[in-house]
């Protein structure tokens, strides 16, 4: 049988190995594999956001469940609109427009102004079409301005961004990149100072990851926020729960088609590759540029404190069902957690912001 003749983005990533000498560390690998402009998982045309297969899409987010998880958001970032006297809403990473329809239908005149970032052209396209009827009230930018104010969201951004993978063989740390094997990428470890930030003890064969991209955008984000507070939903665990001894093969993984699997070397461009969120790291980086951290929780307890159940009130069977799966602890409620930060805001605000008014869980970051 002859093997399938290898994708344009293949090649692009052979080249890459080629001009790199035969080895590229992984956080590189992932960022083309996603991200190359024109043919990288989201930047290409597929569907990516949907509830079943049958929709050719990959994977469900939140929004895309229910629009209650909109809606409860919207109480809290109304709030928070308040306290930083602002009318203006920033989404990173808007996936298919659906979290901000909610959020903008919620919120009404509240929002004077909603500003996308996103890197994906298609998903842009797509964004443009569901937003339309919003008119200039939402606007779409490529990159960060140098000064931000008003109130940021980002629901499942820190996740794809790419992450560095350390291998530790019992006596020392290495990083795990990319080869080129006979036919395939293949793994390959070299000596490396990067260490886990976390003192262990870590098991022979441990693979894990480290995440500096992610905490380089906290700390940007943290450096340009003039006044405002940020909101970010996404799946992860505190530093000790991440390195903890029975997560030693880490939390890299790929979807496609609803299903999940462990080998982002293979497909590469038609899945999604994503690693959890180590949430002290995320932090300690927006401390460091001088953020408050107003809370941190399960998604469950946030949605639960902006009365999801209110809203649920009156809803008919199919839609109470949906918006269960969002606090269900064996499903997103547990997994998934809202961290926060703010600058510059109402000061009752900043001691008590609603998502996190019970069950914080700050002291364990």
């Known amino acids: 049988m002859t093997a399938a003749a290898p994708t344009p983005l293949v090649r692009l990533i052979r080249r890459a190995l080629t001009e790199a000498g035969g080895w590229l560390p992984f956080d590189r690998f992932m ?22 297969p049958q929709s050719g899409s990959d994977f469900v987010t939140a929004p895309e469940l229910s629009p209650i998880f909109g809606r ?77 104010s008003g109130v940021v969201v980002g629901n499942e951004v820190l996740d794809a961004m790419p992450v560095k993978l350390l291998h530790f063989d019992g006596a020392q740390w290495q990083e795990r990149g990319v080869a080129l094997g006979e036919e395939a990428f293949t793994w390959q470890d070299r000596p490396s100072d990067e260490r886990p930030p976390h003192e262990g003890p870590f098991l022979p064969g441990t693979v894990t990851e480290i995440h500096p991209q992610a905490e380089a ?17 996404d799946y ?16 890299l993984m ?24 180590n949430f002290t790291g995320i932090a300690l980086a927006a401390q460091d540029a001088g953020l408050e951290v107003l809370g941190y929780t399960s998604q469950a307890r946030f949605l639960l404190n902006c009365g999801v159940m209110e809203l649920l009130q009156g ?35 900043m001691q008590q912001p609603l998502g996190f008014t019970e069950g914080d869980r700050t002291h364990r970051l």
């Open 31 to 52: 960022a083309m594999a996603l991200y190359a402009p024109g043919l990288g998982y989201y930047a290409h045309g597929s569907r990516k956001f949907g509830l079943l």
């Open 72 to 148: 409860a958001l919207a109480r809290q970032l109304a709030q928070a609109l308040d306290a930083c006297e602002s009318r203006e809403l920033w989404e990173f990473g808007a996936g298919s427009g659906a979290l901000a329809e909610q959020l903008l239908e919620a919120l009404g005149e509240r929002v004077a102004r909603y500003t996308i970032v996103d890197l994906s052209g298609s998903l842009r396209e797509r964004q443009r079409e569901r937003l339309a009827r919003f008119g200039e009230r939402v606007q779409w930018v490529d990159s960060l301005p140098e000064r931000i």
């Open 217 to 233: 955008f906290i700390a940007t984000l943290a450096d340009r926020l003039q006044r405002g507070a940020i909101f970010l939903i």
């Open 236 to 251: 992860g665990f505190p530093e000790a729960e991440y390195y903890h001894l029975q997560r030693h093969g880490g939390t």
């Open 254 to 277: 790929c979807h496609r088609a609803h299903q999940a699997d462990s080998d982002p070397l293979s497909d590469v461009g038609e899945k999604d590759i994503t690693a959890h969120v």
């Open 315 to 349: 809803a008919d069977i199919p839609t109470i069902a949906h918006a269960q799966k969002l606090i269900h602890e064996h499903e997103m409620g547990e997994i998934f957690k809202v961290i926060a930060f703010a600058r510059g805001c109402d000061a009752a605000f």
